[in-house]
């Protein structure tokens, strides 16, 4: 479930946060006090899918509309962007995939430079920005991208649009309330496993893919996929949180519905 918010309030808040705002603390995990960096010859990825239009969510229900603000992959890809500067250094590899075509229909849509403002983050954290045209992009990159002989992938994580079997890398951008570009969990199979560390930190925040894409992740890369059993919401545009009564899929515990 995708933020609610009126667009006007989001964007005073969180657009200018992503265009050169304070320093985060360490949201997605507690704060750090690192007194020396963190050491690694390896590349970390990070893959940011696209927003859907409001052309289109505009005719839906509101409770079931997405995407009020544009950033909403953008924004904590480049909060955890941050965070890796801060624990590795300027010189630790880190790419980002970022799926273009839904970011240009936006940007269109509303009159901004979107593009500019995403490649203004590549310039601020030296971070490799690479515009992705559909799911063999990603897989091409943890495969090809380096040679991986040398150079291992610490990290995966996915900011998007998602059901339980793929990451849906377009939604609601072409076709109101459904996906033409995507990644499926049967295309993982195509992925080198020698790749990725033993101990890669992969992480989903799309909806459902702890149910089983997941499971497709680790059966493809021997590597565990921490993601959302239900919904992610990302209303708070510096971290993406599991809806009740949604949880992790390496939770002990079930989070209570909320009460109404």
């Known amino acids: 479930m995708i933020s609610k918010r009126s667009i006007n309030v989001v964007a005073l808040t969180a657009t200018l946060a992503l265009l050169g705002g304070n320093d985060s603390e360490a949201i997605f995990g507690k704060k750090k006090n690192i007194s020396s960096k963190k050491s690694s010859s390896g590349e970390y990825i990070i893959v940011s899918g696209g927003p859907a239009l409001r052309q289109w969510e505009d005719l839906r229900k509101k409770k079931y509309q997405h995407d009020r603000w544009w950033g909403n992959f953008i924004r904590p890809a480049r909060v955890r962007i941050q965070e890796l500067r801060k624990d590795f250094g300027e010189n630790y590899e880190i790419t980002w995939l970022v799926y273009k075509p839904s970011y240009e229909a936006r940007a269109s849509e509303d009159k901004n430079p979107l593009i500019s403002w995403i490649e203004s983050v590549e310039k601020k954290y030296n ?5 992705i045209k559909n799911g063999g992009d990603i897989i091409n990159h943890i495969n090809e991208g380096r040679d991986r002989r040398k150079k291992k992938i610490d990290g995966f994580e996915y900011y998007g ?16 309330g459904a996906s033409t570009v995507c990644l499926h969990e049967n295309e993982l199979r195509k992925i080198d496993r020698r790749s990725f560390n033993k101990k ?9 893919t702890g149910e089983s894409m997941a ?8 590597v565990k996929m921490r993601a959302a059993i239900g919904k992610t919401d ?6 993406p949180v599991i809806v009740p009564p949604g949880y992790w899929n390496d939770s002990k515990f079930r989070l209570k519905p909320l009460r109404r």
């Open 234 to 239: 990302y209303s708070n545009p510096l971290k």
């Open 161 to 176: 649009h998602s059901n339980r079997h793929a990451f849906l890398i377009e939604y609601s951008n072409e076709i109101i």
């Open 215 to 222: 499971k497709k992740w680790r059966q493809a890369t021997g």
């Open 200 to 208: 890669a930190n992969c992480v989903s925040y799309g909806c459902n």
């Open 127 to 131: 971070v490799n920005l690479l515009w």
